[in-house]
């Protein structure tokens, strides 16, 4: 008969005796080894992380663990350009793991295309319509001028900053003539703003500005208005419907004189009267 029942780990015995002599044998039972269920996995491997999966024993429930391995970034050769070449400035491009909630990229750079262009890409600019081209004399406010790149990186556009002239007067050189005082320019396109203290400078009428860049360059004219005219100002210009501004100090005198003048003339007339009225009623009572 059975002494020790055999379970998945350890072994059992079972003996028999003789019947004569009463001598007993003993028998190994081999251990019977786990029942395991399906693995089940309880943690999904990332594409950096590693995973997990496990099972059960159907006899003793002792749990088995197995670790999954991380499955590595899901690349393919489907590059995408982020950023177009030109001949003399390199570009770049990217490509995306496939994977869903992974938001790993590789990007690399792409050599310049070199060849004979020329390196003139003025096309690729322009001023934008923010940009203001007048201002009158006597006004405190800046000027503001933007210029962007409509095809490249537009973000390189400051950098690529090298002269601006009025009237082919050099009024900035990177690293030679300083803008101070003359106008401020910062990133983001280039967004310059002329000063007052400049633009007061500059005779009435018509100006051409020239900015240039290391890889083009750009003009446009602008209009200085004498205080008073009918030229435009960004900031400075009277509003005729505006109740109260529309008169000048000249014509309020002029409606004041006109007042008196009026009123004068309805006393006159009124003393007048009176004094005929008076006559008229002495006589009346002389009778």
């Not at 379970?7 to 039972?29: A, I, P, S």
């Not at 800046?142 to 050099?170: A, H, R, Y």
């Not at 203290?197 to 005779?203: G, H, M, V």
């Amino acid at each position: 008969g059975v002494t020790k029942e055999p379970t998945c780990t350890e072994k059992g015995n079972r003996q028999r005796t003789c019947g004569r002599c009463h001598e007993v044998e003993n028998e190994e039972l081999a251990a019977l080894g786990h029942d395991w269920s399906e693995w089940g996995v309880t943690k999904e491997p990332t594409c950096t992380e590693k995973g997990n999966r496990q099972r059960t024993c159907g006899r003793c429930h002792e749990v088995e663990n197995e670790e999954l391995a991380a499955l590595g970034h899901d690349l393919r050769d489907d590059w995408v350009i982020t950023e177009q070449p030109t001949q003399t400035e390199t570009g770049k491009k990217r490509r995306s793991c496939h994977r869903n909630g992974c938001d790993y990229y590789e990007e690399e750079v792409i050599p310049a295309l070199g060849g004979d262009d020329t390196g003139d890409h003025s096309k690729d600019y322009e001023f934008t319509a923010q940009s203001v081209w007048n201002w009158t004399k006597g006004s405190t406010s800046d000027m503001p001028v933007t210029l962007k790149n409509t095809v490249g990186d537009d973000t390189k556009t400051f950098g690529k900053l090298q002269k601006v002239s009025v009237d082919g007067t050099v009024i900035y050189e990177k690293e030679v003539i300083s803008a101070d005082g003359k106008f401020t320019a910062t990133p983001g396109s280039i967004n310059f703003m002329f000063h007052p203290d400049y633009l007061k400078t500059l005779s009435k009428g018509e100006h051409t500005l020239k900015v240039e860049l290391t890889d083009g360059e750009l003009e446009h004219t602008f209009t200085i208005a004498e205080s008073g005219s009918n030229n435009t100002d960004n900031n400075n210009t009277n509003n005729s419907s505006d109740p109260g501004k529309g008169d000048s100090p000249e014509t309020a005198d002029n409606n004041i004189m006109l007042f008196l003048a009026v009123w004068l003339f309805i006393a006159s007339v009124g003393i007048i009267v009176m004094l005929l009225f008076q006559k008229k009623k002495e006589r009346y009572y002389h009778r």
